[in-house]
């Protein structure tokens, strides 16, 4: 089967997402600062995103074990839980103001705080050993041997750098030219996880197995009358 290399959309999801990373700058102009902040509506939205492609994941992996895409499925679930947590500050942006708080409580809701960045830090090194061992690169080649998904691959690269450049990093300051810099982060992080999402549902569409067809439902070929002259 002969690869296609065209860089141009292959549907409306890849022209929605182009139109989509153009709109970015434009939207957070006029979005609300509150849907912005810690724990508001756009972060929100992307937990959602992260743990709809974790739960995909995970069914990903029961239906399909044990062949080897089960063990890419089962690598990524903790992928997407690692970027949830991310988003969530651990769990801390589920938690009251302390400067609000009556009390220690939500001091000590996150007792688990200093071992957060570590313990991610050891589950990355877990899981490149694993992709090693697995060899999760097959199902990855295979999917993509027809077609690669670049605009949904350069689209998550884009909205990936526009965040980091609203943040600050990189020696890219958006955050001081960009009246609305924080919004444009949370906007362009959300499109970068909804492409990833996208990604990999174009790898495990093509890694689904067949359904097999009962054989009562096939109808036998009628035989061909032979004519006798």
């Known amino acids: 089967m002969r690869r296609s290399t065209s860089w141009l959309p292959g549907g409306q999801g890849e022209w929605a997402l182009l139109a989509a990373l153009a709109a970015c700058y434009p ?6 600062a509150a849907w912005a902040r810690e724990g ?38 903790p992928v997407w839980l690692l970027l949830a947590g991310r988003e969530l500050s ?7 103001d302390r400067s609000t708080a009556a009390d220690t409580t939500a001091a000590m809701a996150l007792w688990f705080q200093p071992l957060a960045r570590p313990g991610a830090a050891v589950l990355l ?17 295979a999917a993509f041997a027809r077609r690669m998904p670049w605009v949904k691959l350069v689209v998550v690269l884009a909205a990936a750098m526009g965040s980091t450049c609203a943040e600050g990093h990189m020696s890219c300051h958006l955050d001081r030219v960009l009246a609305s810099a924080q919004t444009f982060e949370e906007l362009c992080e959300l499109l970068a996880y909804v492409a990833l999402f996208m990604v990999q549902h174009v790898v495990f569409m093509h890694q689904m197995p067949v359904k097999r067809v009962p054989v009562w439902c096939i109808r036998p070929r009628s035989r061909r009358k032979k004519w006798v002259n």
């Open 125 to 141: 090194a877990l899981l490149v050993l694993s992709a090693v061992y697995y060899r999760i690169d097959g199902p990855l080649r």
């Open 27 to 32: 939207a957070s102009l006029v979005l609300p």
């Open 40 to 77: 508001g509506l756009l972060e929100s939205l992307q937990v959602v995103v992260l743990c709809a492609g974790s739960t995909l994941a995970l069914l990903m992996y029961v239906r399909t074990r044990p062949a080897r895409v089960a063990m890419l499925a089962l690598w990524v679930v």
């Open 90 to 96: 651990w769990c801390r942006a589920w938690l009251p």
